[in-house]
């Protein structure tokens, strides 16, 4: 694989593009202004290479090659993961399935019922882009209440936060304490955004993911491992 990986460096349009195809099927290299390059797999088999601004297309290829093994491991689970199953008349909302009832009537009006499971509104929720204006709206409406929640309780401080649709992380936060979280969240069950949330908030004390800096998640989210557990199951699904 490797040779076949650097003979498609020698084409002349290579160098000029941020993402380029390789022979690994799915891979998107990203060049940004960071120190280190670093692989991920993401749920749905895409690679993604984010690679420093002058980091050399042969020395990509050597740590795709390098770590060829381990994506493919990667992948292999990730095929393997539990789905959540969803009927025709159904939306995942909080980490549950609410049945959607249409009522014309009912307008731009969004009904949750948490008892019922079901949701009344007066727009189609089962269309796939009414649904994510839907779900972008709930998750501007949660994000920022529940980071106010963990952040007063625990003692945390941050700037700003802000709601995103990123494709390969769930949340960040900023060297000026600025946080982002991924929209799909809202779909997860509300033990794991509040993971997530106290997970940025804690990178406002801790920047990396040393020990110290899991110590610092554990003793705000006790079940963070569950969090995390779930994430890697069901995370392609949301």
Known sequence: MAGYIRSLFKRKNVATQLEIPFAMHNLQVHRRKV????????????????????????????LLDKHATWIDKQRERFSRLARIELKADEVLYRGKCYK??????????????????????????????????WYKKEAQRVLPRRVEVMAERFGFHYTQVRVRSPKTIWGSCS???????NW??????????????????????VADHSTRFWNQVEEV???YKEAVEWLKTYGRWI
């Open 175 to 181: 060297s000026r304490h600025a946080l982002s979280f």
């Open 100 to 133: 959607v009832h249409y009522r014309a009537s009912l307008g731009d009006e969004v009904f949750v019922d948490h008892e019922a499971l079901s949701i009344s509104c007066g727009r189609n929720l089962l269309d796939p882009q009414i649904a994510e204006q």
């Open 221 to 223: 989210c006790p079940r």
């Open 184 to 205: 799909r969240l809202i779909k997860a069950p509300p033990f794991v955004l509040d993971y997530l949330v106290l997970h940025e908030l804690s990178h406002t004390r």
């Open 35 to 62: 120190k280190y390059a670093r692989i991920m797999v993401h749920h749905d088999g895409q690679i993604h290479f984010i690679a420093p601004m002058r980091l050399s297309e042969q020395r990509i290829a050597e």
